[in-house]
């Protein structure tokens, strides 16, 4: 238990359809962070907030939309993907000073068909 | 911005064997740096961090220096056990001021009985 809770585990959409992933943290955090792996590559860093604003969006498509309502909350809203979106979605949190440690949840597993 | 590179997996070792996984690194000024492991279907934990040069980071078996000379956080064990096979990353902030972290490619471990 990381403290860092991601759902679903697993989701199958169509491209047509629209879902959205949710991670909450127990940790007091004031920063979260949305990361993609997919197979052979290394991780993608997608989007980070700080304090619920966005701070970073690493050039990611408008068919992935972050939302933070608040420093616990963040949802991932995915409308119209592509297969090739098909992957493992990471949340993360983390203090705002410090070293700079990540605490992850254990992903959502994205299969679009 | 800061990156990493690790050295390429599949690593296959026997039990009680030695371990090293290799990890340098370009970065601007100090950074913290990390070493993760993702267990199968989870995750990414943090193994072991170091915050400055010559800093020894130790956690489970595992340890880890903070090499400024050589740019190098080599991870190693000294006696590997089946459970410790997992995909293993190394990391360190994207960037001076930036909290979130860039990630090397991983190395998966396989430790046979």
């Known amino acids: 238990e990381t403290g860092v809770t991601q759902t679903p585990r697993h989701l199958v959409m169509g491209m047509t359809n629209k879902k959205s992933l949710k991670c909450e943290q127990h940790l007091g955090h004031n920063a979260m962070y949305w990361y993609k792996q997919s197979a052979k590559k290394p991780l993608e860093l997608m989007f980070v907030?700080?304090?619920?604003?966005?701070?970073e969006n690493n050039s990611v498509p408008s068919r992935f939309s972050p939302e933070c309502p608040n420093s616990s909350h963040l949802f991932l809203h995915l409308h119209t993907l592509q297969p090739e979106d098909s992957a493992l979605y990471l949340c993360a949190s983390s203090q705002t000073a410090g070293p700079g440690e990540l605490f992850f949840g254990e992903g959502s597993r994205l299969t679009v068909l | 911005g800061n990156s990493v590179t690790q050295m390429e997996g599949p690593v296959t070792l026997s039990e009680e064997a030695f371990l090293t996984i290799n990890c340098t690194y370009t970065?601007?000024?100090?950074?913290?740096l990390f070493w993760y492991v993702q267990y199968p279907g989870e995750g990414l934990q943090l193994l072991l961090k170091?915050?400055?040069?010559?800093d020894k980071g130790s956690n489970k078996g595992f340890e880890a220096t903070y090499r400024k000379e050589t740019t190098s956080f080599h991870l190693e064990k000294g006696s590997v056990q089946v459970s410790d096979s997992a995909v293993y990353f190394c990391a360190l902030p994207l960037d001076t001021g930036r909290r979130a972290l860039t990630f090397g490619s991983g190395t998966r471990l396989q430790v046979q009985p």
């Open positions: 970065a601007t000024g100090y950074p913290s």
């Open positions: 170091a915050t400055k040069a010559d």
């Open positions: 907030y700080n304090f619920k604003e966005q701070t």
